[in-house]
């Protein structure tokens, strides 16, 4: 894996890291809020209890002095409405009341009376039976009803003469006392506990910091009759998620710098540093480098002993190209000798072989071939010390690679009088490189000189033709006696030359050839120009 992405993935890493202890500081944060939470809700709701109590406190004493009181009972005996409306009906504003009752042992009410405009309560007290069995098993009761306009909470308390302190005695019958929970007792007490409250009906949360309170409340029989919903807003709640908030902020914004400045650092320290070195080698040169030359740090260090590589590489570049002009010019220099003087003095050569039979068949050929071996050889001698003088002979009249080989062909057939056939593509021969000339000639020269000798041809042709994909093909066929390819192989002194000369060429070689069936020799390679 490069770097680059080593230092991302790095980054990722503290980027996740980062991520991972902020969530767990926001969970940690969480708990603690939700802690400080259940214990603020736990706080409001015993002040509702003792808020509710503390209001509920008149209707307590309203029914618990009124109904120890000998008066009371004798009230019972007498009913006499003129005492009850001095001692009751005038007494309910005195406890915040909004009706009373007064019940006989039978439970059948006895008086009623109601505050000025909650004449709807008269009739509110339950009257089942099974309510009077629950006086009689429990003669305080505490409960709530439902009024057409919401709702009434009821306290009773048996009526005893007022020396039964521990009201041990039967009731002589109950008295039983009513308020109205309306929208003012409602107002009072959300004023008292700084909340918003309603019944029956959810208030929704206004802030993270609202802690909700649900307060059941129940009928005379003990079953739900109604809810009170409570919202109350703790500053304490506010001011620590205001914190958290700004606690998190800022460590975020912290760890938003701390990772910039890291992305900066690399970026400037490390990857601008890496790119550039690595423009520099892609591209091979020096200018890229200039930004790093002046730095102090290792970055400074490989820049400077990169760009000595380059200085020293342009150095050796300049020393290889002199060094393939000198290979070029031997290589020239081994192809004018090749195409001119050694295939003189083979020629001349070839035809001193055949001079004996021919003077004893036809001496005045024979003297006229001497001639020509006498006429060729002082032409080469001449050729070798212009050669000697100058080094480039007859550089005015350079051949290209199809008159060398039209020239080795027309001579080695005048020593021979055998038909050598050519087919030259001159494209494809202008396409070879130098080396692959001097090689393709060297190559030429034996095969043609075997098959002279050796072969007893009648006709030998040669063929170099253009093939797909820049490639060159050279064949150079004889309908001679051919030979077994398989044992001269490995003996063959000139078929072993000939595999090298193909081999430094890049090209592959074929030889089929049989016993009577003439030789074919195919040699194929790769165009250098």
Request: aromatic share 6%.
């Amino acid at each position: 894996m490069k770097i680059l992405p080593r230092l991302i993935l790095l980054l990722g890493g503290l980027l996740a890291i980062f991520t991972l202890a902020a969530t767990r500081l926001q969970v940690i944060q969480q708990r603690e809020a939700e802690a400080i939470r259940v214990s603020l809700r736990t706080e409001r709701h015993d002040l509702l209890e003792r808020l509710l109590r503390l209001r509920g406190q008149s209707l307590y004493e309203f029914s618990r002095d009124y109904s120890l009181w000998d008066d009371m009972v004798n009230f019972l005996k007498t009913g006499d409405r003129a005492w009850a409306a001095v001692n009751i009906e005038a007494s309910l504003p005195n406890f915040d009341t909004h009706a009373a009752w007064v019940l006989g042992p039978d439970g059948a009410v006895l008086y009623a009376t109601t505050a000025e405009g909650h004449a709807d309560l008269l009739d509110l007290l339950p009257r089942e039976p099974a309510f009077i069995d629950r006086l009689r098993a429990a003669p305080e009761q505490h409960f709530f009803a439902r009024s057409t306009t919401g709702l009434v909470e009821i306290r009773t308390a048996p009526i005893l003469p007022s020396d039964d302190m521990h009201r041990r005695q039967v009731p002589r019958g109950w008295f039983a006392v009513a308020r109205r929970w309306d929208d003012k007792n409602l107002a009072s007490l959300a004023d008292s506990l700084q909340s918003r409250i309603a019944i029956d009906v959810p208030i929704p949360a206004e802030s993270s910091a609202a802690i909700q309170l649900i307060y059941p409340v129940s009928d005379w029989y003990g079953g739900h009759l109604a809810t009170l919903h409570l919202t109350h807003v703790s500053p304490t709640l506010a001011t620590l998620f205001a914190g958290n908030t700004d606690h998190t902020r800022l460590l975020y914004r912290f760890g938003a710098l701390n990772l910039l400045a890291i992305v900066l650092g690399v970026t400037f320290w490390l990857v601008r540093p890496l790119q550039a070195l690595k423009r520099s080698l892609f591209l091979s040169r020096r200018e890229s480098l200039a930004p790093l030359l002046t730095r102090s740090d290792e970055f400074g260090d490989v820049a400077r002993q990169l760009a000595n590589s380059f200085v020293q590489r342009d150095a050796l570049q300049e020393s290889e190209a002199r060094l393939l002009q000198s290979i070029e010019l031997r290589a020239r220099l081994a192809r004018d000798l090749h195409d001119n003087i050694i295939q003189s003095i083979y020629a001349a050569g070839l035809g001193l072989e055949s001079l004996a039979r021919l003077r004893a068949t036809d001496p005045a050929a024979a003297d006229r071939r001497l001639a020509i071996c006498q006429q060729m050889l002082n032409e080469t001698l001449w050729q070798i010390r212009n050669f000697i003088g100058a080094l480039e002979p007859e550089s005015d009249r350079r051949q290209t690679t199809s008159q060398s080989i039209a020239t080795l062909a027309g001579t080695l057939q005048a020593l021979q009088s055998v038909p050598i056939v050519l087919d030259i593509d001159q494209a494809a021969a202008g396409r070879m490189g130098p080396t692959q000339e001097v090689q393709v000639l060297q190559m030429l020269r034996e095969l043609l000189s075997n098959a002279l000798r050796h072969s007893g041809a009648k006709k030998i042709r040669v063929s170099l033709r253009g093939q797909p994909e820049d490639m060159i093909q050279l064949i150079v066929s004889d309908d001679g006696i051919g030979f077994d390819s398989d044992q001269q192989a490995g003996n063959g002194r000139g078929l072993r030359n000939l595999a090298v000369r193909v081999r430094e060429i890049g090209g592959q070689l074929d030889i089929n050839s049989y016993p009577g069936n003439g030789t074919r020799i195919k040699v194929i390679f790769r165009a250098s120009q």
